[in-house]
């Protein structure tokens, strides 16, 4: 089942379903009462009620918005709709057969995204601690600044989904904008642009418990984010033949090399490439495993991708194939070049800390200096600790 809080994750659960319905016999489905017909197993949360006016799913709303600040959605507003929400989601899990795992779409930068994600992340983890969960989280961007305390509101949703959520996938609206414009060539995206990009890659990996991403992709609690980037199948039009789309090449090395170059994430870096710890990349379409085997070679061939040295071989495959419907792959990918999101985000936080800047807004709805002093360190810690395992795979 999905759960979408706060409306960067309502949002893209919209259009995750939106592509989900178009095959509504999946398993992220439930039969109703009436024969033949299909609903999602979601829920949409929201404490700003007008993000959910149109949304014909589960909804659960509250009477008024976080503000922006991580402790209305944490310690106060977010409070009120608990129960409501709870109700939901037992009533889903209890329904199903076999729940396989739960998906968690939502922003680190907003005050329900954050605060009340935190929340329901804790109690996710007290209620199904056997239950897998992902989580989708739409992190700052580099130069683009959606509110002045996203610093704070990271870092302290970072802080308190440390060990509650055991894979997370980031992404960044920047990076979004930039393959919708330089590789989709959509002159002005929209925010469903951006979103039907991150439905892409939801819609890949639903094929495969949840589980299966965790075995393969997080070696230890801690080291658990994820990057990803999805390339499909497209033959475009262009006036000038000298000019190249990474969707122009027809042919499953195409997909693959596009998919592994590090300039199609979808979280922006700026600096050198890291340390890749491990990948998974799902292929769907009519394609086979031997041309697979023979694209990934042939990259291996022409470029060496950096593996940190305990972890040589490092990539997983999975093919689901399906007639009539073009190749496309996706990647989700372990790597220390995340390390990047968190250094710019404590810079930030450390600014801002400093002068003890819009503190007083989080310490009036319950919180206490000390929470921002652990999540200071705690997200410290973090980047030393893909640091280190940089470093040790540099030295040997």
Same mark, same amino acid.
């Given at each position: 089942?999905?759960?979408?809080?706060?409306?960067?994750?309502?949002?893209?659960?919209?259009?995750?379903?939106?592509?989900?319905?178009?095959?509504?016999?999946?398993?992220?489905?439930?039969?109703?009462?009436?024969?033949?017909?299909?609903?999602?197993?979601?829920?949409?949360?929201?404490?700003?009620?007008?993000?959910?006016?149109?949304?014909?799913?589960?909804?659960?709303?509250?009477?008024?918005?976080?503000?922006?600040?991580?402790?209305?959605?944490?310690?106060?507003?977010?409070?009120?709709?608990?129960?409501?929400?709870?109700?939901?989601?037992?009533?889903?899990?209890?329904?199903?057969?076999?729940?396989?795992?739960?998906?968690?779409?939502?922003?680190?930068?907003?005050?329900?995204?954050?605060?009340?994600?935190?929340?329901?992340?804790?109690?996710?983890?007290?209620?199904?601690?056997?239950?897998?969960?992902?989580?989708?989280?739409?992190?700052?961007?580099? @130069?683009?600044?959606?509110?002045?305390?996203?610093?704070?509101?990271?870092?302290?949703?970072?802080?308190?989904?440390?060990?509650?959520? @055991?894979?997370?996938?980031?992404?960044?609206?920047?990076?979004?904008?930039?393959?919708?414009?330089?590789?989709?060539?959509?002159?002005?995206?929209?925010?469903?642009?951006?979103?039907?990009?991150?439905?892409?890659?939801? #819609?890949?990996?639903?094929?495969?418990?949840?589980?299966?991403?965790?075995?393969?992709?997080?070696?230890?609690?801690?080291?658990?984010?994820?990057?990803?980037?999805?390339?499909?199948?497209?033959? #475009?039009?262009?006036?000038?033949?000298?000019?190249?789309?990474?969707?122009?090449?027809?042919?499953?090395?195409?997909?693959?090399?596009?998919?592994? @170059?590090?300039?199609?994430?979808?979280?922006?870096?700026?600096?050198?490439?890291?340390?890749?710890?491990?990948?998974?990349?799902?292929?769907?379409?009519?394609?086979?495993?031997?041309?697979?085997?023979?694209?990934?070679?042939?990259?291996?061939?022409?470029?060496?991708?950096?593996?940190?040295?305990?972890?040589?071989?490092?990539?997983?495959?999975?093919?689901?194939?399906?007639?009539?419907?073009?190749?496309?792959?996706?990647?989700?990918?372990?790597?220390?070049?995340?390390?990047?999101?968190?250094?710019?985000?404590?810079?930030?936080?450390?600014?801002?800390?400093?002068?003890?800047?819009?503190?007083?807004?989080?310490?009036?709805?319950?919180?206490? #200096?000390?929470?921002?002093?652990?999540? @200071?360190?705690?997200?410290?810690?973090?980047?030393?600790?893909?640091?280190?395992?940089?470093?040790?795979?540099?030295?040997?």
């Amino acid at each position: 089942m999905s759960i979408h809080v706060g409306e960067a994750g309502v949002r893209m659960g919209e259009v995750i379903w939106d592509v989900l319905m178009k095959k509504p016999n999946s398993s992220m489905c439930r039969e109703t009462m009436v024969s033949g017909t299909y609903a999602p197993r979601a829920v949409f949360v929201d404490l700003d009620s007008s993000t959910l006016e149109k949304i014909p799913y589960v909804c659960v709303s509250g009477r008024e918005d976080a503000s922006n600040n991580f402790a209305r959605g944490y310690c106060t507003v977010g409070r009120t709709v608990m129960g409501a929400l709870w109700d939901h989601i037992s009533h889903m899990v209890e329904a199903c057969e076999s729940m396989q795992g739960i998906l968690l779409t939502h922003s680190t930068s907003g005050g329900t995204g954050a605060g009340l994600g935190s929340l329901l992340g804790e109690k996710l983890d007290d209620e199904f601690p056997r239950i897998s969960k992902i989580g989708f989280q739409l992190v700052p961007s580099p @130069q683009v600044c959606t509110t002045i305390v996203e610093p704070y509101n990271t870092s302290l949703c970072h802080h308190y989904m440390m060990d509650k959520v @055991q894979t997370k996938i980031l992404m960044e609206n920047e990076a979004l904008y930039d393959l919708c414009m330089l590789q989709q060539e959509i002159e002005r995206p929209t925010y469903y642009d951006l979103n039907s990009l991150v439905a892409n890659v939801v #819609t890949s990996i639903v094929h495969q418990p949840c589980n299966e991403y965790y075995t393969n992709l997080v070696p230890y609690p801690r080291i658990h984010y994820v990057t990803c980037s999805y390339a499909p199948m497209r033959l #475009t039009d262009r006036s000038h033949a000298n000019v190249t789309s990474v969707f122009d090449t027809p042919s499953p090395y195409g997909i693959t090399r596009d998919v592994l @170059q590090l300039k199609n994430r979808m979280i922006k870096v700026y600096g050198k490439p890291g340390k890749w710890i491990a990948a998974y990349v799902m292929y769907n379409g009519q394609i086979t495993t031997t041309e697979i085997n023979k694209a990934l070679q042939r990259y291996r061939d022409g470029a060496k991708i950096p593996f940190v040295d305990w972890s040589p071989v490092g990539i997983k495959c999975s093919l689901e194939r399906e007639e009539g419907k073009p190749m496309a792959a996706t990647l989700l990918v372990n790597d220390t070049v995340i390390k990047e999101s968190f250094r710019r985000n404590n810079e930030r936080f450390n600014r801002m800390w400093s002068k003890g800047a819009f503190v007083h807004w989080y310490l009036q709805e319950g919180m206490e #200096t000390g929470e921002f002093i652990e999540a @200071q360190e705690n997200l410290a810690a973090l980047e030393l600790d893909y640091k280190e395992m940089e470093l040790e795979s540099d030295n040997q």
